[in-house]
Antibody, heavy 116, light 109 residues
Framework: QVQLVQSGAEVKKPGASVKVSCKAS????????INWVRQATGQGLEWMGW????????GYAQKFQGRVTMTRNTSISTAYMELSSLRSEDTAVYYC?????????WGQGTLVTVSS | QSALTQPASVSGSPGQSITISCTGT?????????VSWYQQHPGKAPKLMIY???NRPSGVPDRFSGSKSGNTASLTISGLQAEDEADYYC?????????FGGGTKLTVL
């Protein structure tokens, strides 16, 4: 069965960076895009960007351009999302999701807390 | 990219039908047939309910249906059940990016 398993919760100080991983299993990792979506507590979903695991090509939401980097390690079927220059407003649950225009499989979410 | 517009809340009684709207522009909802709907229960990851405007993934009950007219997409849930109480989000593809709606809280009375 398809599974996306994310890394554990993180606590970071303002200005630091965080790198969240998303390990895929149950399918061919390079066959489907991986997207990242975040959700602040009590708020809606916010799309951050996508990555093609086969080519490594990426596309980021304008809001995150220059602060987000999406990469992958195909040998271990894992995608990564790194967000830099963290501020309190980045406190949220970060999800990875498989697909292009719709996401049929999601990771369990990773809580990133930014606090001094 | 501005978020798509959804009503903050809707409600209905068991057995009734409700419709949630999702309004965008000709650059997103109106320009592509790539509108999706997600259901999210508290503390859980979103679940895909509708993709490409009106298609249901395997396992999603046929009580859930989607449609689109112009720049507005709609999700209709017929025969409301208690377990349908959740937050619902629409999303649309838009020129190399994706945008979500603000979400709608569905209350089953």
């Amino acid at each position: 069965q398809v599974q996306l398993v994310q890394s554990g919760a993180e606590v970071k100080k303002p200005g630091a960076s965080v790198k969240v991983s998303c390990k895929a299993s149950g399918y061919t990792f390079t066959s489907y895009d991986i997207n990242w979506v975040r959700q602040a507590t009590g708020q809606g979903l916010e799309w951050m960007g996508w990555m093609n695991p086969n080519s490594g090509n990426t596309g980021y939401a304008q809001k995150f351009q220059g602060r987000v980097t999406m990469t992958r390690n195909t040998s271990i079927s894992t995608a990564y999302m790194e967000l830099s220059s963290l501020r309190s407003e980045d406190t949220a649950v970060y999800y990875c999701a498989r697909g292009s225009s719709s996401f049929s499989y999601w990771g369990q979410g990773t809580l990133v807390t930014v606090s001094s | 990219q501005s978020a798509l517009t959804q009503p903050a809340s809707v409600s209905g009684s068991p057995g009734q039908s409700i419709t949630i709207s999702c309004t965008g522009t000709s650059s997103d909802v109106g320009g592509y047939n790539y509108v999706s709907w997600y259901q999210q229960h508290p503390g859980k990851a979103p679940k895909l309910m509708i993709y490409e405007v009106s298609n249901r993934p395997s396992g999603v009950p046929d009580r859930f249906s989607g449609s689109k007219s112009g720049n507005t997409a709609s999700l209709t849930i017929s025969g409301l059940q208690a377990e349908d109480e959740a937050d619902y989000y629409c999303s649309s593809y838009t020129s190399s990016s994706l945008v979500f709606g603000g979400g709608t809280k569905l209350t089953v009375l």
